[in-house]
């Protein structure tokens, strides 16, 4: 069983639509991530949410909307989707407090074309 | 802002030659993990070492820790072609987020 899951893996679409990315893992943990990785391979926290509560938020713009309907799973929602916008989206997961690794689904790479 | 620099950015070596990575950071650290990324896959953690440790080891892998200097080497032993991946050092500060924040990566090519 895979341990984090995002789908779709590849996102192909147009500026101005919107998309959702969904994420899912079955590890047990209290706390999931949002990363974007850039063309560079810098990667960045976006999003970290504990027990579905928003913990961070590093300043990614309002047109990103992560939703997490319970601990296991915390997709994003993006709108009016820019060229900029196109990277790699990593999702993770890891448990709160146990200053412990985290584990990374295999990525969404996404296109705006 | 960016926590961890990377050096080298990229490093090439011929099998079974040893590779050693190093990264630097900013602040005061709970932890720093090394991740392996493989080309177009996400990221695998490899290692976690303490900031009350200063030496690690898992296998072919040796993480040193030095918070004085705020530094981290990684050092892969007798190195293989399917060590070939990218190398990220991330920091962590601890607390109920457990946020890592990553370095800028080693791209290591192991040639066979």
């Known amino acids: 069983d895979t341990a984090v899951s995002q789908t779709p893996k590849y996102l192909v679409t147009q500026m101005g639509n919107d998309k959702s990315i969904k994420c899912e893992q079955n590890?047990?943990?209290?706390?999931m991530y949002w990363y974007k990785q850039d063309s560079k391979k810098f990667l960045k926290i976006m999003f970290s949410?504990?027990?579905?509560?928003?913990?961070i938020n590093e300043t990614v713009p309002n047109r990103f909307s992560p939703k997490s309907p319970d601990k296991a799973h915390l997709n994003l929602h993006i709108n009016s989707l820019e060229l900029g916008d196109s990277a790699v989206y990593f999702c993770?997961?890891?448990?709160?407090?146990?200053?412990?690794?985290?584990?990374f689904g295999q990525g969404t790479r996404l296109t705006v074309v | 802002s960016q926590q961890g620099e990377e050096d080298p950015q990229a490093l090439s070596i011929q099998e079974g030659e040893n590779a050693t990575m190093n990264c630097s950071y900013k602040t005061s650290i709970n932890n720093l993990q090394w991740y392996r990324q493989n080309s177009g896959r996400g990221l695998v953690h490899l290692i976690l070492?303490?900031?009350?440790?200063r030496e690690k080891h898992s296998g072919r892998l040796r993480v040193t820790l030095d918070t004085s200097k705020k530094s981290s080497s990684l050092l892969i032993t007798a190195s293989r072609a399917a060590d070939t991946a990218s190398y990220f050092c991330a920091t962590s500060l601890g607390g109920a987020t457990n946020k890592l924040i990553f370095g800028t990566g080693t791209l290591l090519a192991v040639q066979p």
């Open positions: 590890l047990g943990h209290d706390t």
């Open positions: 949410y504990n027990n579905k509560e928003l913990i």
């Open positions: 070492i303490r900031s009350n440790e």
């Open positions: 993770a997961s890891s448990q709160a407090y146990m200053n412990t690794e985290a584990f």
